[in-house]
């Protein structure tokens, strides 16, 4: 017989409960997730869009980090092509 080994025990135990609890939940918070980040994109790139955005100094920052994101969000938004003449990705 071999000792019992308590560690890998509650490890397996934690992991198979967190799935029975998370699993059901998984496809929801992703489609939650993606909302707040389309909000995010539209916010962010409100200005280029001619919408008046009262914190644009402040969402100015984060464009070179939402650049590289940009080309996923226009096309599942069901955009072909950028909407943007100045700003080309495709």
Known sequence: MTPLNWRSLYVQVR???Q???VAPYRREL?????????????LVFS??????????FYTLELLPLLYEDFHQWHE????RQSP???FRCC
């Not at 992703?30 to 539209?42: G, I, S």
């Not at 200005?47 to 644009?56: K, L």
């Open 30 to 42: 992703a489609r939650v997730q993606r909302d707040h980040d389309d909000l995010l994109m539209l």
């Open 76 to 79: 599942r938004l069901g955009m």
């Open 84 to 86: 943007f003449d100045h």
């Open 47 to 56: 200005e280029a869009m001619g919408v008046p955005n009262p914190v644009s």
């Open 19 to 21: 799935e029975f609890y």
């Open 15 to 17: 992991y198979w409960l």
